[in-house]
T-cell receptor
Framework: DAGVIQSPRHEVTEMGQEVTLRCKPI?????LFWYRQTMMRGLELLIY????????DSGMPEDRFSAKMPNASFSTLKIQPSEPRDSAVYFC????????????FGAGTRLSVL | EDKVVQSPLSLVVHEGDTVTLNCSYE??????LLWYKQEKKAPTFLFML????IEKKSGRLSSILDKKELFSILNITATQTGDSAVYLC???????????FGPGTRLSVLP
């Protein structure tokens, strides 16, 4: 398996633009997580899904952030409009139903909002 | 609120030194504690600890858990420049569905 795949790897955009980050979890994994990592705040959970259903979105910072999982093999995290303080590395992770103790991370998307 | 604290936040050593990284936690319903190594990309899994006093070992890395005092340590002996990374400690949250991560310890090993 290729692991969790995220795209793009890097995104540079201007303030006010819409940004869409994409994630393909490992096939067969029931849980998908979106994290944001910054130097100041470390690794923060934004939202996670179980069987394509959002379970906990309490980490989503504001209404500008939204996430969807239309099917078991694809999820998006959208920021609209983007702001410079959204600059961070965004990670997607997945795990299977019965394996609570390990999450498999994608390589991350480095977002820079100018 | 579940919480993970790590210390030190940053550490610089020379090759060959031994380092000890600390992780303390507060969680309503403890299940396990995990250590990850993060280099330039995504975190990679190192250890999972569930029982007190049982050392997990992988090469020059070892880790142990103290459930009474609510902490864990990660030891790296004979450090190499390739050990330079951020080491993250995490515990599953109260519902056991997600992890609470500590801020990480940034280790720099100089040649």
């Amino acid at each position: 398996d290729a692991g969790v795949i995220q795209s793009p790897r890097h995104e540079v955009t201007e303030m006010g633009q819409e940004v869409t980050l994409r994630c393909k979890p490992i096939s067969g994994h029931d849980y998908l997580f979106w994290y944001r990592q910054t130097m100041m705040r470390g690794l923060e959970l934004l939202i996670y899904f179980n069987n394509n259903v959002p379970i906990d979105d309490s980490g989503m910072p504001e209404d500008r952030f939204s996430a969807k999982m239309p099917n078991a093999s694809f999820s998006t995290l959208k920021i609209q409009p983007s702001e410079p303080r959204d600059s961070a590395v965004y990670f997607c992770a997945s795990r299977p139903q019965g394996e609570k103790n390990i999450q498999y991370f994608g390589a991350g998307t480095r977002l820079s909002v100018l | 609120e579940d919480k993970v604290v790590q210390s030190p936040l940053s550490l610089v050593v020379h090759e060959g030194d031994t380092v000890t990284l600390n992780c303390s936690y507060e969680v309503t319903n403890f299940r396990s504690l995990l250590w990850y190594k993060q280099e330039k990309k995504a975190p990679t899994f190192l250890f999972m600890l569930t029982s007190s006093g049982i050392e997990k070992k992988s090469g020059r890395l070892s880790s142990i858990l103290d459930k009474k005092e609510l902490f864990s340590i990660l030891n790296i002996t004979a450090t190499q420049t390739g050990d330079s990374a951020v080491y993250l400690c995490a515990v599953p949250d109260n519902y056991g569905q997600n992890f609470v991560f500590g801020p990480g310890t940034r280790l720099s090993v100089l040649p």
